[in-house]
Protein backbone atom coordinates (compact mmCIF):
# COMPACT_ATOMS: atom_id res chain seq x y z
CA UNK A 1 0.00 0.00 0.00
CA UNK A 2 1.49 3.36 -0.88
CA UNK A 3 1.59 5.92 2.07
CA UNK A 4 -0.69 8.30 0.23
CA UNK A 5 -3.21 7.55 -2.02
CA UNK A 6 -4.44 10.33 -4.70
CA UNK A 7 -6.52 9.53 -7.71
CA UNK A 8 -3.97 11.08 -10.51
CA UNK A 9 -7.12 11.69 -12.68
CA UNK A 10 -7.43 14.98 -14.41
CA UNK A 11 -10.22 17.35 -13.73
CA UNK A 12 -11.51 20.11 -16.20
CA UNK A 13 -13.85 22.42 -14.47
CA UNK A 14 -15.47 26.05 -15.63
CA UNK A 15 -14.14 29.39 -14.59
CA UNK A 16 -16.14 29.92 -11.42
CA UNK A 17 -16.63 26.38 -10.03
CA UNK A 18 -15.27 25.02 -6.94
CA UNK A 19 -12.22 22.78 -7.13
CA UNK A 20 -12.40 19.51 -4.80
CA UNK A 21 -9.59 17.19 -4.37
CA UNK A 22 -8.39 14.25 -1.86
CA UNK A 23 -6.25 11.86 -0.52
CA UNK A 24 -5.65 9.59 1.98
CA UNK A 25 -2.98 8.20 3.59
CA UNK A 26 -1.56 5.41 5.57
CA UNK A 27 0.74 5.73 8.28
CA UNK A 28 -0.86 7.88 11.18
CA UNK A 29 2.60 9.21 12.29
CA UNK A 30 2.15 11.23 9.94
CA UNK A 31 1.59 14.75 11.36
CA UNK A 32 2.01 17.68 9.01
CA UNK A 33 -0.13 17.61 5.71
CA UNK A 34 0.96 20.25 2.58
CA UNK A 35 -0.65 21.05 -1.06
CA UNK A 36 1.40 21.70 -3.26
CA UNK A 37 1.24 23.11 -6.42
CA UNK A 38 2.77 22.68 -9.32
CA UNK A 39 3.03 24.62 -13.17
CA UNK A 40 3.96 22.82 -16.21
CA UNK A 41 7.57 22.26 -16.10
CA UNK A 42 8.16 24.08 -12.90
CA UNK A 43 9.02 22.63 -9.33
CA UNK A 44 6.35 22.40 -6.61
CA UNK A 45 5.61 25.60 -5.02
CA UNK A 46 3.59 25.19 -1.46
CA UNK A 47 0.43 26.14 -1.34
CA UNK A 48 -1.22 25.03 2.14
CA UNK A 49 0.65 23.42 5.25
CA UNK A 50 -1.19 22.65 8.08
CA UNK A 51 -0.98 19.93 10.94
CA UNK A 52 -3.37 19.59 12.64
CA UNK A 53 -7.01 18.25 11.69
CA UNK A 54 -9.56 20.64 10.66
CA UNK A 55 -10.05 23.45 8.43
CA UNK A 56 -7.43 26.17 7.11
CA UNK A 57 -8.13 29.01 4.88
CA UNK A 58 -6.33 30.90 2.90
CA UNK A 59 -8.16 33.24 0.38
CA UNK A 60 -9.58 31.09 -2.28
CA UNK A 61 -7.73 27.82 -0.81
CA UNK A 62 -9.61 25.70 2.08
CA UNK A 63 -7.31 22.78 3.45
CA UNK A 64 -9.13 19.97 5.34
CA UNK A 65 -7.89 17.45 7.40
CA UNK A 66 -9.47 14.40 9.06
CA UNK A 67 -6.82 12.55 10.73
CA UNK A 68 -9.48 10.44 12.13
CA UNK A 69 -10.35 8.67 8.73
CA UNK A 70 -6.43 9.89 7.10
CA UNK A 71 -8.23 12.04 4.49
CA UNK A 72 -7.09 15.42 3.62
CA UNK A 73 -8.53 17.93 1.37
CA UNK A 74 -7.93 20.77 -0.77
CA UNK A 75 -11.00 22.74 -2.17
CA UNK A 76 -10.58 25.99 -4.68
CA UNK A 77 -13.27 28.39 -4.28
CA UNK A 78 -14.31 30.17 -7.48
CA UNK A 79 -11.49 29.21 -9.90
CA UNK A 80 -9.64 30.80 -12.23
CA UNK A 81 -8.08 29.91 -15.53
CA UNK A 82 -4.44 30.27 -13.60
CA UNK A 83 -5.58 27.87 -11.54
CA UNK A 84 -4.88 25.48 -13.82
CA UNK A 85 -1.78 23.21 -12.79
CA UNK A 86 -1.10 19.80 -11.56
CA UNK A 87 -1.98 19.94 -7.23
CA UNK A 88 -0.10 17.42 -5.23
CA UNK A 89 -0.60 16.08 -1.77
CA UNK A 90 1.97 15.15 0.75
CA UNK A 91 2.07 14.45 4.13
CA UNK A 92 5.30 14.00 6.50
CA UNK A 93 6.65 12.90 10.12
CA UNK A 94 7.95 15.50 12.95
CA UNK A 95 10.96 13.35 13.37
CA UNK A 96 13.79 11.12 10.95
CA UNK A 97 14.50 12.92 7.99
CA UNK A 98 11.36 14.79 7.72
CA UNK A 99 10.95 13.56 3.83
CA UNK A 100 7.39 13.89 2.31
CA UNK A 101 5.44 11.09 1.20
CA UNK A 102 3.27 12.57 -2.15
CA UNK A 103 0.63 11.53 -3.83
CA UNK A 104 0.59 11.56 -7.48
CA UNK A 105 -1.09 14.48 -8.49
CA UNK A 106 -4.09 16.20 -10.01
CA UNK A 107 -3.98 17.92 -13.09
CA UNK A 108 -6.79 20.67 -13.12
CA UNK A 109 -7.80 22.66 -16.25
CA UNK A 110 -10.22 25.55 -15.38
CA UNK A 111 -11.89 26.45 -18.69
CA UNK A 112 -12.48 30.22 -19.12
CA UNK B 1 15.46 36.59 -2.24
CA UNK B 2 17.02 33.24 -4.22
CA UNK B 3 15.10 29.91 -4.74
CA UNK B 4 16.55 26.69 -5.23
CA UNK B 5 17.88 27.14 -8.23
CA UNK B 6 18.90 23.59 -10.57
CA UNK B 7 21.39 23.07 -13.51
CA UNK B 8 21.20 21.99 -16.47
CA UNK B 9 17.04 22.39 -16.41
CA UNK B 10 17.80 19.76 -19.42
CA UNK B 11 20.09 16.77 -19.92
CA UNK B 12 19.63 14.31 -22.71
CA UNK B 13 22.20 11.62 -22.65
CA UNK B 14 23.04 8.13 -23.95
CA UNK B 15 22.53 4.63 -21.90
CA UNK B 16 25.06 3.98 -20.59
CA UNK B 17 27.13 7.50 -19.62
CA UNK B 18 27.23 9.02 -16.53
CA UNK B 19 25.16 12.37 -15.79
CA UNK B 20 25.66 14.90 -12.44
CA UNK B 21 23.09 17.23 -11.62
CA UNK B 22 23.39 20.33 -9.67
CA UNK B 23 21.37 21.91 -6.91
CA UNK B 24 22.07 25.44 -4.82
CA UNK B 25 19.61 25.47 -2.03
CA UNK B 26 18.21 28.70 -0.63
CA UNK B 27 21.64 30.38 1.37
CA UNK B 28 21.03 29.01 5.01
CA UNK B 29 19.20 26.04 4.67
CA UNK B 30 20.65 23.34 6.11
CA UNK B 31 18.45 20.74 5.43
CA UNK B 32 18.59 19.42 1.26
CA UNK B 33 16.63 16.67 -0.25
CA UNK B 34 16.90 15.23 -4.00
CA UNK B 35 13.42 13.84 -5.25
CA UNK B 36 12.40 12.29 -8.79
CA UNK B 37 9.48 12.74 -10.21
CA UNK B 38 8.37 10.16 -12.71
CA UNK B 39 5.59 10.59 -14.96
CA UNK B 40 2.33 9.11 -13.74
CA UNK B 41 4.50 7.93 -10.46
CA UNK B 42 4.19 11.21 -8.45
CA UNK B 43 7.50 12.46 -6.07
CA UNK B 44 9.58 9.80 -4.81
CA UNK B 45 12.36 10.45 -2.42
CA UNK B 46 16.07 9.67 -3.38
CA UNK B 47 18.05 10.88 -0.21
CA UNK B 48 18.73 13.79 2.63
CA UNK B 49 21.06 16.07 3.61
CA UNK B 50 21.29 17.44 6.98
CA UNK B 51 24.44 19.78 8.13
CA UNK B 52 27.72 17.71 8.13
CA UNK B 53 25.97 14.58 9.25
CA UNK B 54 25.77 11.35 7.08
CA UNK B 55 23.25 11.70 4.62
CA UNK B 56 19.97 9.17 4.46
CA UNK B 57 20.56 7.19 1.47
CA UNK B 58 17.53 4.98 1.70
CA UNK B 59 15.72 6.24 -0.89
CA UNK B 60 18.27 5.62 -3.88
CA UNK B 61 16.49 3.12 -6.17
CA UNK B 62 20.37 1.58 -6.80
CA UNK B 63 24.20 1.77 -6.65
CA UNK B 64 24.31 3.60 -9.55
CA UNK B 65 22.93 6.55 -7.88
CA UNK B 66 25.11 8.64 -5.43
CA UNK B 67 25.12 12.34 -4.34
CA UNK B 68 27.42 14.18 -2.29
CA UNK B 69 27.48 17.77 -0.68
CA UNK B 70 30.11 20.38 -0.42
CA UNK B 71 30.61 22.62 2.30
CA UNK B 72 27.01 22.10 3.36
CA UNK B 73 25.74 24.29 0.46
CA UNK B 74 25.65 22.78 -2.86
CA UNK B 75 25.02 19.08 -3.95
CA UNK B 76 25.46 17.15 -6.78
CA UNK B 77 23.03 14.28 -7.83
CA UNK B 78 25.61 11.15 -10.21
CA UNK B 79 23.76 8.64 -12.33
CA UNK B 80 26.35 6.34 -13.55
CA UNK B 81 25.61 4.32 -16.67
CA UNK B 82 22.24 5.79 -17.03
CA UNK B 83 19.07 3.52 -18.03
CA UNK B 84 15.89 4.53 -19.87
CA UNK B 85 14.07 3.93 -16.88
CA UNK B 86 16.46 6.53 -15.36
CA UNK B 87 14.60 8.95 -17.06
CA UNK B 88 12.19 12.02 -15.20
CA UNK B 89 12.56 15.13 -13.71
CA UNK B 90 14.98 15.40 -10.76
CA UNK B 91 13.85 17.67 -7.87
CA UNK B 92 16.26 19.48 -5.37
CA UNK B 93 14.57 20.67 -2.27
CA UNK B 94 15.93 22.72 0.75
CA UNK B 95 14.33 23.57 4.32
CA UNK B 96 15.57 25.83 7.42
CA UNK B 97 15.14 23.15 10.28
CA UNK B 98 14.26 19.77 10.91
CA UNK B 99 13.57 18.24 14.63
CA UNK B 100 10.69 20.63 14.19
CA UNK B 101 8.99 20.54 11.03
CA UNK B 102 10.94 22.44 7.94
CA UNK B 103 8.69 23.26 5.03
CA UNK B 104 10.79 22.27 1.54
CA UNK B 105 11.81 24.64 -1.36
CA UNK B 106 11.64 23.09 -4.31
CA UNK B 107 13.83 24.17 -7.34
CA UNK B 108 12.54 23.69 -10.67
CA UNK B 109 14.02 20.53 -12.00
CA UNK B 110 16.38 18.74 -14.04
CA UNK B 111 14.34 16.91 -16.62
CA UNK B 112 16.77 13.91 -17.83
CA UNK B 113 16.34 11.89 -20.82
CA UNK B 114 17.98 8.73 -20.91
CA UNK B 115 18.10 7.61 -24.83
Known amino acids: QKEVEQDPGPLSVPEGAIVSLNCTYS??????FMWYRQYSRKGPELLMYTYSSGNKEDGRFTAQVDKSSKYISLFIRDSQPSDSATYLCATGRPYGNNRLAFGKGNQVVVIP | GAGVSQSPSNKVTEKGKDVELRCDPI?????LYWYRQSLGQGLEFLIY????????KSGLPSDRFSAERTGGSVSTLTIQRTQQEDSAVYLC?????????????FGPGTRLLVL
Open chain 2, 49 to 56: FQGNSAPD
Open chain 2, 93 to 105: ASSLATGSFGTQY
Open chain 2, 27 to 31: SGHTA
Open chain 1, 27 to 32: NSAFQY
